[in-house]
């Protein structure tokens, strides 16, 4: 492997090490390093997994490290109260201070409810944990809600109520709902050209691409792989504003849909000037989730394509906000008809079981599912599947190891089924 493959495995044991463990503590968890090199380590891209292996990780008050090369410092991710993990770039070797343990917060609980079947939904939970909707496939939490109410759970060991996990792409989501309450607050519009600042020059094509079109993955922009990899922005240490505003155009904006990380992450960016009154941790509180961590680059800009960590009650509470039309306790978080935007298929359209509308997957045509259900989707099987005409809310963790899927389509339709 080359020096910097090397480089990059090291950065992404060090990152998930440190979110893994340093967020279950501030969450009044705990996470060992063996359990994480045991689920979140097991699988991942094959070009890092042997590196990701045989490197050790050095946990530390507040940060963590992996060695990687004998004539360059380790890679280090750094925590800190109320973001969590940063990875730094490769080559820093600045000391860490010491920063104060934030006070864990109650964890605020839920109604329990009794689901109109009760063994068919235990059945339906037991085969998501014994690989029966995907053989490999790895659960390690389930949190069923209907009506608000809390009618089924369950974790695997080393996980539980207070175990924060990465998100992954359900982030997406998050960033979406984050752009919704700008909205409502007065300070966006979706249907304006993206700010970014990069793009702001007379003659870039790019100044052209709206909010509303990244949201979409319509941006037209190209990226560095398949859409879907962003390695030196995640574990590489490279800033958002280096490399994310950098990419040409392939196709005219509201054309062409293409996943991209990219796209999301410009789409925050476009919203940062907000981010000073209105940071993603006060919606997070809004919401009740607070277990949950929007992390940043160490330059300070968010990662919310990816980069957030959460419990599995603290998505279920983000689910609820949909269920409940973008209100909560009485006071609209949301603007009205956000929840049909969102869930709206409009403009170009992936290939596949599922549509896209803004930052949610659509499950209008997954047969036994009712159309209005929309998801929030990440890697390694994590999903959040929101029925609002049901009220109901599916949340599934898992940390699937590479081409190993888990059936979320057979699983909510099964769930459904236990609650009708």
Sequence with gaps: PTPATRAMAAGYK?????????NAEAAGGSRTVGSVEANELVGIYPE???LVREMTAEVGPNSVSVAWDEAMPPRTAVWHPGRGCSIMPVGWSDGVAETARQAVQPEPGFEIGVPRDPAALEAALVRAREGGYGEGANTTGVVVLQADRLVGEWYAPGFGPDTPQRTWSVAKSLAGTIIGAAVQRGEVDVNAPAAIADWSREGDPRGAITLDQLMRMASG???DTAGNRTDALYFGGVGVDEQATTWPLIAPPGARYRYANNDTLLAVQSIAETFGAH???ELFRTLGMHDTWAETDWRGNYVLSSQVWSTARDLARFGQLYVDDGVVDGVRVLPVGWRDYVSRPSGPQ??????????FWLMNNSEGVPPDTISANGNRGQYVIIVPSRRVVIVRRGEDPAGRRFDFIAFTRDVLAALD
């Design 14 to 22: 060090a990152l998930m090490v440190c979110g893994a463990v340093k």
């Design 48 to 50: 890092l997994d042997p």
């Design 221 to 223: 922009l190209t990226s």
């Design 279 to 281: 940071p993603p941790a």
């Design 350 to 359: 992936p290939r596949g079981a599922q549509g896209y509308g803004a930052t």
